[in-house]
């Protein structure tokens, strides 16, 4: 069985997923796979900026996804079990945007939504197949698949883009860099059932001294995502770290026992802030973690691997179907690589500001901001920078070459 195509996307998550939903808008041939066995049924990456709302409503899918999801009314901040401060998150966006807030949805959700869109229009994705070579001859691709019965066969692409997350093997194959640094923590992400006093209609963070612990509201009767760091200095190998650690690390950082009823899902991971030195190299190019990642902070990551495949999409569409040269692709690297770099550097300030041990930002983080931040976002300039930079919608290449 050998197939010939204009795109093969290898790796089908929310990247590779929301870039085949553009080529089925825009009517491009594609084939799209991936080694997993289907969607994933974790919540993994649960924060949809107002930006990717924006491409999904061009297409009819913006609803759909609200629908799935939970929106934080406002974000509270703790220490000691006691709630220091509050910030009224309802009207960040208002008047920038139709989605003026940050959804919460569930990744597992996120991906079914857009694979069931796919099928929708008769296509598929090519489930447990797993990319074994690569070539381009500059006319085209050609690709070695390996399929779930240990078969192989030949896909013969116009062009490649790799989805395939951070240990991407297109990457591997273009001989792309992956530059930057590992972040010196070990994070840790839970799935859980939580009775508290603190309500389900916030965003709650807890401000520790060298570490960090926010809850994310969930769609569903008590349900949350935990997302934390241990402290410095923690150096166990992060698959010998059992649930009952990362329990004992957040009442440890919270300074309170919770009622956790169940623990749905939990990893423990480090992270690194990288980023490639090209996301193209001839006829193949690389999206999302593929090409960039770095610390959770600010609910960016995912969002930015979809709007990769937005930028790419519309020019690859235009090239196939004869409406621009081959030259417009060079702006997908030019573009999208600022845009990266400029991404990893907000990431890292976030999360130093969350998570730094320095006594100055410390003391700011628990001293001050959670007393002031409700009153800043009350300041026109303010709300309209932050949900600019937070939300994307703020990105801009007139002046980025």
Same mark, same amino acid.
């Given at each position: 069985m050998n197939r010939e195509t204009d795109v093969l996307i290898v790796g089908?998550?929310?990247?590779?997923?929301?870039?085949a939903v553009q080529f089925v808008r825009y009517g491009l041939d594609f084939v799209i796979l991936d080694a997993k066995e289907t969607t994933t049924p974790f919540s993994r990456a649960i924060g949809v900026q107002a930006r990717t709302l924006e491409i999904y409503d061009q297409i009819g899918l913006a609803d759909g996804l609200i629908s799935l999801g939970h929106t934080a009314e406002k974000a509270k901040f703790l220490k000691g079990g006691v709630v220091l401060g509050e910030a009224n998150l309802s009207e960040l966006g208002v008047g920038q945007s139709p989605y003026p807030f940050v959804l919460l949805v569930e990744q597992g959700a996120h991906e079914d939504l857009l694979y069931q869109h796919i099928k929708s229009e008769g296509r598929d994705v090519?489930?447990? =197949?797993k990319l074994i070579s690569l070539s381009d001859d500059g006319d085209g691709v050609d690709v070695t698949v390996q399929g779930p019965d240990a078969s192989k066969f030949s896909v013969h692409a116009k062009y490649l883009v790799g989805c395939d997350g951070a240990k991407s093997s297109v990457r591997r194959d273009l001989g792309l860099t992956f530059e930057g640094d590992t972040v010196e923590r070990l994070f840790y992400v839970a799935d859980i059932e939580l009775d508290w006093p603190h309500g389900h209609d916030a965003l709650q963070v807890n401000l520790g001294e060298n570490t960090l612990t926010a809850f994310f509201p969930l769609k569903g009767e008590n349900r949350w995502r935990i997302v934390g760091t241990f402290p410095e200095g923690h150096k166990k190998d992060e698959a010998d770290i059992p649930y009952e650690e990362i329990e004992a690390q957040i009442e440890h950082d919270m300074g309170v026992k919770l009622d956790i009823k169940k623990v749905n899902w939990f990893?423990?991971?480090?992270? =690194?802030?990288?980023?490639v030195d090209s996301f193209s190299k001839g006829r193949c190019f690389v999206a999302?973690?593929?090409?960039h990642i770095h610390t959770p902070a600010g609910a960016q990551g995912m969002n930015t691997g979809i709007q990769d495949g937005y930028n790419l999409a519309w020019k690859l569409a235009f090239v196939l179907?004869?409406?621009a040269s081959e030259k417009l692709l060079a702006t997908?690297?030019?573009?999208?690589?600022v845009n990266a770099r400029n991404l990893l550097k907000t990431t890292d300030r976030f999360f130093e500001f969350a998570a730094s041990e320095e006594w100055l930002i410390s003391f700011v983080r628990n001293n001050i901001f959670p007393y002031v931040f409700d009153t800043a976002l009350k300041f026109d300039f303010v709300k309209s920078e932050l949900?600019?930079?937070i939300s994307q919608i703020g990105i801009s290449y007139s002046d980025e070459s």
């Open positions: 089908a998550g929310p990247t590779g997923l929301a870039l090519l489930w447990k =197949h990893s423990v991971y480090n992270v =690194h802030s990288r980023a999302g973690d593929a090409a179907n004869g409406h997908y690297n030019e573009e999208r690589l949900f600019a930079t």
